[in-house]
């Protein structure tokens, strides 16, 4: 948790933001399930508010049509030049070998739970746009919108997915293949949501803990840095 | 317009994406507008098929609530350790001195329509993690995913984003005072959808134009790089 940094923009005299727990536990199919709604300060659409990332997910497979349409949702993410500087490695668990390479390259806390996930990727960045070798100072940028899109899909359908910066880039090229000039970014595990219960404690207290983020006050500004836009103060 | 590249990985035989074009006028509180729908060739959810980035927006200011949700929406955006490490700076069109402040950091190209624009910002990446100074290499991916939420929000209230990487980053750190260890990577039109016989014709003509993506073979693999995944070419 990255917690408030005061000095940074509010200042002392910024708002707090407390903690607000809104989880839920629902039975879905038969296995608990927990929603973990934003607690927003301000309306936000369902899909942005109840996409979370958890460590839990269910015993259940994502059928093919379905991530055909997840990357369908990254493919239509916007780019400079419309350059689309990304490109995705996906390892479905019944294809165990690529399964296996996949969580090889996790670092161990992630590979612990990210086993369960019906589904392992990772995101790669082109570093260079195509037509002349220069660097697209974009690249890492845009791919970090089309996963957010592919988010936004899977979110639309009943999945999640939690995105992991905790795996080793360099064993990721040696493992694909990932060729010079591309960079993986970060690892997703994407399934359907499962059983909090079904984790280590460590875990579970970590899986029903309350979502916090900095006040729009601290990074919203107009005019000069650090000073914060007047229609977050109102 | 990046083309296809056929060598990376669909090879010679990818099937083509034909540029299809489902653009549809739209009578909306007495102008025209644009829809310019995505032609997916999967199912994706009505807010990631809506989204685009037009150039015409209507003279309509956006409220300060709207404001609000929009970066509220980009709040609640997953990150790396939850670092959280955007920012933004933000012009509506009534603030006119940090509006002709926001004009000018563009480049003549994007300042020339992106003045009609009611409202510009940029999105700011903290490179560094603020706890040990150490270098954040999910910076600028995650605030590519914070400026992917919003604009979720945006499309999802009838607004549009159109993000502009033609800016100058260090007119930008003066212009607003942006601190070391911070990095301006975007430029963001945004506003309620104008009429595109507003804009000039060579600007018309992109308004128009059907929209285009890499076919998912070339970007979306499994097992090894360029080998596309078996749910892609089903």
């Known amino acids: 948790m990255s917690g408030r940094r005061g000095d940074a923009v509010g200042g002392a005299h910024a708002p707090p933001t407390l903690p607000r727990s809104s989880n839920t536990i629902m039975q879905t199919e ?3 399930i927990m929603q973990k709604p934003a607690p927003s300060d301000s309306p936000i659409h369902e899909l942005i508010r109840n ?4 460590r ?7 059928a093919p049509d379905v991530l055909r349409s997840l990357f369908e949702a990254a493919r239509w993410a916007p780019s400079s030049n419309n350059e689309q500087p990304w490109a995705f ?3 479905p668990k019944d294809d165990k070998e690529n399964f296996e390479k996949m969580l090889g390259i996790l670092v161990e806390f992630n590979s612990g739970w990210a086993k369960n996930a019906p589904v392992l990727a990772i995101a790669v960045a082109e570093l260079l746009f195509a037509k002349n070798n ?3 100072r974009n690249a890492q940028y845009d791919t970090g919108a089309a996963t957010a899109w592919l988010s936004v ?3 639309a359908r009943g999945l999640f997915v939690h995105q992991m910066a905790g795996f080793d880039p360099e064993k990721a ?3 694909f293949g990932i060729p010079a000039g591309w960079d993986a970014i970060a690892a997703l595990a994407i399934g359907y949501p499962g059983d909090p219960a079904s984790l280590p404690q460590r875990l579970q207290d970590r899986e029903l803990a309350p979502r916090t983020r900095k006040p729009l006050s601290e990074f919203v500004m107009s005019g000069h840095w650090g000073q914060p836009a007047p229609f977050v103060s109102n």
């Open 30 to 32: 038969g296995i608990d």
């Open 51 to 54: 996409r979370w990332s958890p």
């Open 56 to 62: 839990a997910f269910a015993n259940k497979p994502v």
């Open 89 to 91: 490695l996906v390892a």
């Open 134 to 136: 220069t660097p697209n």
């Open 153 to 155: 899909e899977a979110t």
């Open 173 to 175: 090229r040696q493992a």
